[in-house]
T-cell receptor, first 114, second 114 residues
Framework: AQSVTQLGSHVSVSEGALVLLRCNYS??????LFWYVQYPNQGLQLLLK??????LVKGINGFEAEFKKSETSFHLTKPSAHMSDAAEYFC????????????FGKGNQVVVIP | DGGITQSPKYLFRKEGQNVTLSCEQN?????MYWYRQDPGQGLRLIYY???????QKGDIAEGYSVSREKKESFPLTVTSAQKNPTAFYLC?????????????FGQGTRLTVV
């Protein structure tokens, strides 16, 4: 089964500093990968997705992620953190065939320090 | 506007009661999902359905039941067999034609046992 690992449940970043959230996947073939953001007491909103086209994917709100097959990674970055980036971020994976399950990591709670 | 509607937003359950959470979508998506969210545990899959009148257990199906009688609707019943039902429940839908499509989420239902 496909799975993703997100390390570090809480991530603190200073306003204006780089945001880096790590996601590593487990799969025998390159899967489809997604990053979602969740604000308190709300549903999830898609930030970006990798679907085997370009390995560097740009998303909303200035976020981007790079798919690295050799490292089985799909890390999320933003060059300069803003106070509005404080939220919880989830990496998710879907297999390119078989069942239609969408599996999520445990999430990173991002705190932005002014 | 197309989207997913979950109701109610807040729900209180007494010990031993069954309760049903509603999820309706007008996105014409074939696949629908129920996830449970607890602090620090990410999203865990309860049940999913890829087509009307068919559904599969996820990772934590015990104590839950679902039905999929209509394409638009995928209600979740939390039964008295679920010993720790207090959590945030999220419903999602997804286009079934490709594994590279993202899921769309409702705003969630927060269930509390009183």
């Amino acid at each position: 089964a496909q799975s993703v690992t997100q390390l570090g449940s809480h991530v603190s970043v200073s306003e204006g500093a780089l945001v880096l959230l790590r996601c590593n996947y487990s799969s025998s073939v390159p899967p489809y990968l997604f990053w979602y953001v969740q604000y308190p007491n709300q549903g999830l909103q898609l930030l970006l997705k990798y679907t085997s086209a370009a390995t560097l994917v740009k998303g909303i709100n200035g976020f981007e992620a790079e798919f690295k097959k050799s490292e089985t990674s799909f890390h999320l970055t933003k060059p300069s953190a803003h106070m509005s980036d404080a939220a919880e971020y989830f990496c998710a994976v879907s297999a390119p065939y078989g069942n239609n399950r969408l599996a999520f990591g445990k999430g990173n709670q991002v705190v932005v320090i002014p | 506007d197309g989207g997913i509607t979950q109701s109610p937003k807040y729900l209180f359950r007494k010990e031993g009661q069954n309760v049903t959470l509603s999820c309706e979508q007008n996105l014409n998506h074939d696949a629908m999902y129920w996830y449970r969210q607890d602090p620090g545990q990410g999203l865990r899959l309860i049940y999913y359905s890829q087509i009307v009148n068919d559904f599969q257990k996820g990772d934590i199906a015990e104590g839950y039941s679902v039905s999929r009688e209509k394409k638009e609707s995928f209600p979740l019943t939390v039964t008295s067999a679920q010993k720790n039902p207090t959590a945030f429940y999220l419903c999602a839908s997804r286009n079934n034609r490709g594994r590279n499509t993202e899921a769309f989420f409702g705003q969630g239902t927060r269930l509390t046992v009183v």
